[in-house]
C-alpha cells in the first residue's frame, strides 16, 4: 500500500557531495516523521538523520555540519545534502517514514529497500 523508493546514491571520492532523494507513494493519509538511516558492513542499523513535518531536524553528531536533511511536504518526498563526505560514510543509505495510510487512525513505520553510498578514492 505504500512504498518508499531512494535516488541518489552512488560512488564519490572523499571530500564529495551527494544528494539524496526518497518519494514516498501510496494510500498515503499524512506522514510524521521522515528521514534517513544507514547501515555499514557489519554494523547495525544506526539514524543519520529526521525531519518532522513542521520541519523540526534531529542528527546524529557525526553528521552535524555535513548533512542537511529536508522534505517537501506536498511531494511526500525527502531528501538528504551530504557534503564533505568521508570513506566512513560509505553504507547502504535507508529511508523511513512514519505514515498514517488513508482512513486509517493510527501510523506504522515504512521503510526503503536502501541506496548504496560508497566514499573511496
Known amino acids: 500500500q505504500v512504498q518508499l523508493v531512494e535516488s541518489g546514491g552512488g560512488l564519490v571520492q572523499p571530500g564529495g557531495s551527494l544528494r539524496l532523494s526518497c518519494a514516498a507513494s501510496?494510500?498515503?493519509?499524512?506522514?510524521?516523521?521522515m528521514g534517513w538511516y544507514r547501515q555499514a558492513p557489519g554494523k547495525e542499523r544506526e539514524i543519520v538523520a529526521t525531519i518532522t513535518s513542521g520541519g523540526s531536524t534531529t542528527y546524529a553528531n557525526s553528521e552535524k555540519g555535513r548533512f542537511t536533511i529536508s522534505r517537501d511536504n506536498a511531494e511526500n518526498t525527502v531528501y538528504l545534502q551530504m557534503d564533505s563526505l568521508k570513506p566512513e560514510d560509505t553504507a547502504v543509505y535507508y529511508c523511513?517514514?512514519?505514515?498514517?495510510?488513508?482512513?486509517?487512525?493510527?501510523?506504522?513505520?515504512?521503510w526503503g529497500r536502501g541506496t548504496q553510498v560508497t566514499i573511496s578514492s
Open positions: 501510496g494510500s498515503i493519509g499524512s506522514i510524521t516523521t
Open positions: 523511513y517514514a512514519r505514515i498514517r495510510l488513508m482512513l486509517f487512525y493510527s501510523s506504522n513505520d515504512y
